[in-house]
């Protein structure tokens, strides 16, 4: 496949910027900057330019999401902790919504399902 411009915006989300500084026991300490100079390198091996954005805003991170519709052919999106925070505002396990309660698996996630209808 190629691109018209080989234009790639990389998204960051929340609690990013917080590599390298946070318990680098688990997190390791390769900073976000670290990151985005390797992601950038390798992008230039391929023929690609990138362009990086960050925040912990989530409007912030949606409105600079929209924004991009002429200006990159693609969007490489690296949540961060949206995936847990989006699933703490709930008291239920998260589903996909494929999940079938009748299985024990969900085939979908692979999370136990533990009873209950769709979500």
């Known amino acids: 496949m190629t691109l018209a411009h080989n234009r790639i915006e990389v998204m960051h989300g929340v609690n990013l910027d917080q590599l ?10 390769l900073t976000l900057t670290e990151l985005e100079r390797r992601v950038e390198q390798r992008a230039e ?14 409007g912030e991170f949606v409105e600079r999401l929209h924004a991009l519709r002429e200006e ?4 490489l999106l690296n949540p961060g902790a949206w995936t847990q925070l989006t699933r703490g505002r709930s008291t ?28």
């Open 72 to 75: 990159v052919d693609a969007i």
């Open 20 to 29: 390298g500084r946070r318990d680098p026991a688990v997190y390791g300490t």
């Open 45 to 58: 091996a391929l023929g690609l330019r990138t362009t990086f954005f960050h925040s912990n805003h989530e």
């Open 92 to 119: 239920t396990p998260w589903r996909s919504p494929r999940c079938r309660p009748s299985r024990s698996t969900c085939p979908t996630c692979r999370r136990v399902s533990r009873g209950g209808g769709r979500r």
